[in-house]
């Protein structure tokens, strides 16, 4: 049974940092592109943030670009969201997902695999 599993979360203030961790188990994703995705109160979820299965390409949504970086530990299953510069906008459930192939997607329809969540909270 395949689980990701979200940790990291919490309260910080505006300005400040915090760094998601996604868990995988069950299966290796180490030929996987994986993603980061959000969704504030009474809004769809959005793109954050996704990586190609070697960590090589990358690739960020507008409001977060230059803020956030992720970055994956295949030896680990493990795939990160250091945030930094933190906006009381960025507040949501950040959830992780992977994908059934290598190369990387924008799009919820292109992953296969989704965690819980972490709730993220950004205080003004």
């Known amino acids: 049974q395949v689980q990701l599993v979200e940790s990291g979360g919490g309260l910080v203030q505006a300005g400040g940092s915090l760094t998601l961790s996604c868990a995988a188990s069950g299966r290796t994703f180490s030929r996987n592109a994986m993603g980061w995705f959000r969704q504030a109160p009474g809004k769809e979820r959005e793109f954050v943030a996704t990586?190609?299965?070697?960590?090589?390409?990358?690739y960020y949504s507008n409001s977060v670009k230059g803020r956030f970086t992720i970055s994956r530990d295949n030896a680990k299953n493990t795939v990160y969201l250091q945030m930094n510069s933190l906006k009381p906008e960025d507040t949501a459930v950040y959830v992780c997902?992977?994908?059934?192939?290598?190369?990387?997607?924008?799009?919820?329809?292109?992953?296969?695999?989704w965690g819980q969540g972490t709730q993220v909270t950004v205080s003004s």
């Open positions: 990586i190609a299965w070697n960590g090589g390409s990358t």
């Open positions: 997902a992977a994908r059934d192939s290598s190369g990387m997607d924008v799009r919820k329809i292109g992953y296969n695999y």
